[in-house]
Nanobody, 123 residues
Framework: QVHLVESGGGLVQAGGSLRLSCAASGRSFSGYSMGWFRQAPGKEREFVAN????????SYADSVKGRFTISRDNAKSTVYLQMISLKPEDTAVYYC????????????????WGQGTQVTVSS
């Protein structure tokens, strides 16, 4: 069992920045690729970014490409999501998740999920 806890959400004005963190505990963090997803009010949860375990290769949803950066510190069992140039449409609950697959964009491929952290971007 991998236990994930997100932090770093909050209220920010449009154009601002936030850095989300996701700390893993429990079963070894080793070997899991990580992803960030988000769910806005009244919408389905959507993929935001992912990062592989070994190479640290990343991919992003088109809506956040160039503004968000996912990274990980395996020694600290933590994954980050740096968000800049935030827009009101980025308002959502952000979730981190761990997958045993090398890389995945699908929710169903992720085995463990955090409880989420709220990000609100005001206009």
């Amino acid at each position: 069992q991998v236990h994930l806890v997100e932090s770093g959400g909050g209220l920010v004005q449009a154009g601002g920045s936030l850095r989300l963190s996701c700390a893993a505990s429990g079963r070894s963090f080793s070997g899991y690729s990580m992803g960030w997803f988000r769910q806005a009010p009244g919408k389905e949860r959507e993929f935001v970014a992912n990062i592989t375990w070994s190479s640290g290769s990343t991919s992003y949803a088109d809506s956040v490409k160039g503004r968000f950066t996912i990274s990980r510190d395996n020694a600290k069992s933590t994954v980050y999501l740096q968000m800049i140039s935030l827009k009101p449409e980025d308002t959502a609950v952000y979730y981190c998740a761990a997958s045993k697959y090398y890389r995945s964009w699908s929710e169903s491929d992720f085995d463990y999920w955090g409880q989420g952290t709220q990000v609100t971007v005001s206009s």
